[in-house]
Structures are given as structure tokens and as C-alpha cells.
Nanobody, 120 residues
Framework: QVRLVESGGGSVQTGGSLRLSCVAD?????IGWFRQASGQEREGVAA????????WYGDSARGRFRIARDSGKTAAYLQMNNLKPEDTAMYYC????????????????WGQGTQVTVSS
């Protein structure tokens, strides 16, 4: 397992942008971003393979969010644009070697989460 540190959450108005960062302290094949709103199940947002940069997006993220890797570090970033109130959630990054990139149960390490709040 690796230790993951997330940052970049905050409060914005509808239409605003935020950039989340996830830095791992060891090797991982893939970094994924997930979110969990109050009373709801954890949802896969985006994931990226650090070797090669192949990315996957959940339906809620496609077209508005972009995941990128840092080739110099074991890190990934989630650029979130055109944020909506329904994007309000705790966002978690996760590390592992998943077969299904947006399946939370296939990741082995998790960060503590960073809160994103979007007001109308």
C-alpha cells in the first residue's frame, strides 16, 4: 500500500473550477478519483494509468473534468470545470492496479479525502 495525500478542495459557485491533487509516497500503477456525497454510494469519477497516461471518466465527469499525471512524481491531478451543485461531495483519490478502472473495490490504498462544495 501507498500513502496518498489529497489537496485542492474548497467551495465555489456554480460554473467555477477547482483542481485536485493527489500525491503518492510510493509506486502505483493507477490513480483514481472517486467521490461520495452524503447518503450516497462512492462513485468513480476518473482514473489514469501513470505509465502511458490512458484515462477513464465516469459519466458525470466526461466533458467537464480532466485527469492528468505528473511524469516526474507519482501524482495525478483532477481539473474540474463548470462545476455544478450536484458535484458537491467528498473527493478521494485511490491507488492500485485495477482491471476495472472506476471500480472502488479494486483499489488498495485510499487518501483521507478533500471536500468540494458547489453552491448555486
Amino acid at each position: 500500500q501507498v500513502r496518498l495525500v489529497e489537496s485542492g478542495g474548497g467551495s465555489v459557485q456554480t460554473g467555477g473550477s477547482l483542481r485536485l491533487s493527489c500525491v503518492a509516497d510510493g509506486y502505483t500503477n493507477t490513480i483514481g478519483w472517486f467521490r461520495q456525497a452524503s447518503g450516497q454510494e462512492r462513485e468513480g469519477v476518473a482514473a489514469i494509468r501513470l505509465a502511458g497516461g490512458d484515462a477513464w471518466y465516469g459519466d458525470s465527469a466526461r466533458g467537464r473534468f480532466r485527469i492528468a499525471r505528473d511524469s516526474g512524481k507519482t501524482a495525478a491531478y483532477l481539473q474540474m470545470n463548470n462545476l455544478k451543485p450536484e458535484d458537491t461531495a467528498m473527493y478521494y483519490c485511490a491507488a492500485g492496479s485495477p482491471n476495472r478502472m472506476l471500480a472502488a473495490n479494486e483499489y488498495t490504498s485510499w487518501g483521507q479525502g478533500t471536500q468540494v462544495t458547489v453552491s448555486s
